[in-house]
Structures are given as C-alpha cells and as structure tokens.
C-alpha cells in the first residue's frame, strides 16, 4: 500500500510537453529540406534565437554571457545539444526535457570550440555562425523560422497579454514628478516577475522623442505626458506595444500628432497582407504621410517590423522584397513629432488580427477601404482621478479636441496565469514523467 506521508522524500517528476515536441518534430522536417537542398549532412546553430526557434523556447544564453557555450547539431536522423558539464542538466531538464534530444559534452574548462570540431570533423556541415570551417547558412536557417506554427501562434498571444497589461498597468499609475526610467523600472519589474524579458524599454516624456526617436529612458521627471514603447521576450519570441498618457490635459500638439500618427498606422495594420511585398504596401503608408503635408516625416525614423524569434525579422522598408507569410506578426510604429502608437497585428490569410488590443484602453477607430481598423488612443489621468477619451472615429479627416469627452477607466487587476514552464510536480500517477533515479540523457551522442 503507497502511503505519500509515510515517504519521507517526495520524487520529482520532469512532465514531457507533447505540444512542444510536436513544434520540434516540425521544425526538425524544415531543417530536412534544408540538408537536401544544400547537400549536408548537418547543420549546426550557434545564435540563441535559432536554438530557441529548433527546439521550441530553449534559453541557452547563460543570461547574456557574451561566449557561446552550447550549440545545436542537427542531422537528418538526429539533434543534439553539444554543450558542457554546468549547463547539461538545467538544459536537459529545464530547457528541453522529452524533446528528442541527445547529449556531447565536455568539461566547462574544455574550449567549446573542441567540442565543435569533434562533430564536423568529415562532415559537410553548414551553419549560422560559419565557425570551425563550417559553410555559413544564417540567412537561410533564419529564413526558416517563418512562418509561425500553431503552437508559436499561441504563445504569442499568451504573451501580448502579459506585456500589454505589463505597460497598461504602468502607464495608468503615472503622477507629475516620476522619472522615465522609474517607469521603465515598473514595467521592467512586472513583465520580470511573470518570467518574461524586457528586451527594448523607452520612455519618452513632454516630446523628447521628437529629437530623440529611438530616445530610451533617462533620470527627468515626467511633466505633460509620456509615451512607453515595449518590446519583450518569452520561449525566445517577442512581442512589442506602445501607450501614451497624459497627465490633466492632452496638449493640442500631441492630439494633432497622434492622430496623423495612427492613421499612418491603421493603414500599414489594414494592409499587411499574406503574400503582400512590402515595397507594394510602402506607397499606401507614404501616401497618408504625403496627404497630411510631411512627406518627409517617415525618414526620420523606422515604422514597423515582422517581428518573432527577433525584434525585427524584417524591417518595413520602401524597397523590400520580401513578402508577409501568414501567420507572421507585425509591430507598426509609426511616428509623427512627439506621437508614437505602436501595436502588433497577426497576419492571417484572411485579414489581420490585433494582438495588442486592449478592452480598457481608449480607442480610436480609422476608416480604410470601408473597414473600420481599432487603434490606441490617448489616455488622460485627471488630478484626482482616471479618465480617458470615448471611442473616436477617424477618416482621413484628423479629428479636434472638442470630438472627444472623458470617463472612468477601470485600473487592471493583476494576472495570476503562469507563462513559465511548469516542468515539475510532485508524485504522480500516469502521463510520461521522469524520476530522479533514472538518468535523462546519455554521456555521449550515438551520432559518431
């Protein structure tokens, strides 16, 4: 009879994600393809966003150690990790426990690069890194890892929420006097706590992203109002949003910019289309900035990115060839002067869907081609209380401060769903488990 009480030491059990193994199995099928067409035996991948891409949210990157130190080696019939003796176990149970992988290692005080020429040695093997003599294949391996697949789409959405409620929640409890960077500290804190990485922060108070575009955060207390763009990271992909408040009123300037902003936006939203070539969608977002007379505003600064296991996959430029793939995800971030709206949009077969929208945010509805597009408003904190402004409507008509009123905006409750692995229980009965008797992976690979 199996009494828990009596078992003075409970066994930890490992669970094996099947949906994660499913991604990895795809991926291993495109990594195929690629040795077929290119006539090697192997590909080897050193950037962490192409391991975390293989192996369906690995973090091999030792918290920004700056040295590779595990590396990825991928055949037609197998993949492993060659890493060394420190990282193998937090890799093999926490990274990539039940994933199919195998094991070669060294000591920690052995060169990784020792490790690296044991395994291409006689072998024809292309990388993304084109070390130890391999033949370099980043721009194809990083090709590879669009478009997204079903379970890269959930996470994905999994994750807007969190950085959107990181940055909603932040900017609702702006005063006159905090710092920019005291912000980006906040939303930093929320978005760390829930295990997600703030990879870009700004912060940008009373304009001085007008100069600065790519302006970060510095010690200056906010006055008026502050823009807080976002970009964050889990299970290697990223998401990114951008929210303004301002503090009592929101200046003529800032309102007359803003909307000019998201009407550029909500047309680069509309027309990020499946197969679309960007230099195709880049004269209807020039259009709108040569109608409202700056025809020269975009070439002060980026507007949108297809975004994934990098911030910016692809840029949006005006000569790109490159064509929108469904489901991929777009940040537009257009700017005009002091204004920057940013959101991110799946792009879909069918149309786009927004990832960043949020029920508590004001919002503002464009009109394009007879569709109506949501984009973010402004939201204004009162003195003593918090407001924002009614749904408007945009045309291609700017709306005045007088076609917008003023009501409560509910303050978000913090979220309590986890986003990190949930990787070990206590005993259980049934399922595919691992107990820390037995031995998860072999010393060495089988590959030789």
């Not at 060659?82 to 920690?108: C, H, M, P, Y």
Request: hydrophobic share 35%; charged share 25%.
């Amino acid at each position: 009879m199996n009494d828990r009480k009596s078992d003075p030491k409970p066994r930890r059990h490992l669970i094996q994600d099947t949906d994660r193994l499913a991604d990895v199995e795809l991926k291993h099928d495109r990594i195929r393809a690629l040795l077929a067409a290119t006539g090697a035996d192997a590909v080897l991948m050193q950037d962490p966003a192409n391991i975390a891409w293989f192996t369906a949210g690995a973090d091999v990157a030792r918290g920004g150690s700056e040295n590779c130190q595990t590396s990825l080696f991928v055949t037609e019939d197998a993949r492993l990790f060659a890493t060394n003796s420190v990282d193998s176990t937090l890799i093999f149970e926490r990274e990539a426990f039940g994933l199919g992988f195998q094991l070669k290692q060294r000591e920690w005080f052995q060169p990784h690069s020792d490790l690296i020429d044991d395994l291409t040695r006689g072998r024809r093997v292309i990388s993304d890194t084109s070390v130890e003599g391999t033949r370099g294949a980043a721009r194809r391996i990083a090709e590879m890892r669009l478009p997204l697949t079903p379970l890269e789409v959930i996470r994905l959405k999994r994750l807007s929420s969190v950085v959107v409620h990181a940055v909603e929640v932040t900017a609702v409890n702006i005063r006159a006097g905090l710092t920019e960077a005291a912000v980006a500290g906040e939303v930093g804190h929320r978005l760390m706590k829930r295990t997600v990485t703030p990879v870009r922060l700004h912060v940008s108070a009373d304009g001085r992203n007008n100069r600065y575009r790519h302006w970060t955060y510095g010690e200056d207390p906010i006055e008026n109002y502050a823009t807080i763009c976002c970009v964050a990271r889990r299970w290697g992909l990223h998401m990114a949003v951008s929210r303004t408040v301002a503090i009592d009123r929101i200046p003529p300037e800032l309102w007359e910019a803003h909307q000019k902003a998201v009407l550029v936006q909500a047309v680069g939203m509309f027309f990020s289309r499946h197969r679309e070539p960007l230099k195709e969608l880049w004269p209807k977002v020039r259009r709108i900035y040569e109608k409202f007379d700056m025809p020269c505003e975009w070439q002060l600064c980026d507007q949108a990115d297809v975004i994934g296991y990098r911030s910016s996959e692809v840029q949006v430029t005006p000569e790109s060839d490159y064509q929108l793939q469904s489901p991929s995800a777009v940040f537009w971030h257009p700017s005009v002067s002091m204004a920057m709206p940013g959101d991110t949009v799946l792009v879909t077969e069918s149309g786009t869907e927004p990832l960043t929208r949020s029920s508590l945010w004001p919002e503002l509805e464009v009109k394009v081609k007879g569709r109506d597009v949501p984009c973010c408003g402004i939201l204004r904190i009162g003195k003593n209380e918090l407001s924002h402004s009614d749904h408007g409507f945009l045309s291609e008509t700017p709306l005045s401060m007088s076609d917008s009123t003023d009501f409560m905006l509910d303050r978000p409750t913090e979220q309590h769903d986890r986003v990190d692995t949930i990787w070990e229980l206590e005993a259980t009965s049934g399922g595919s488990v691992f107990e820390d008797d037995e031995s998860s992976f072999s010393e060495e690979s089988v590959l030789d």
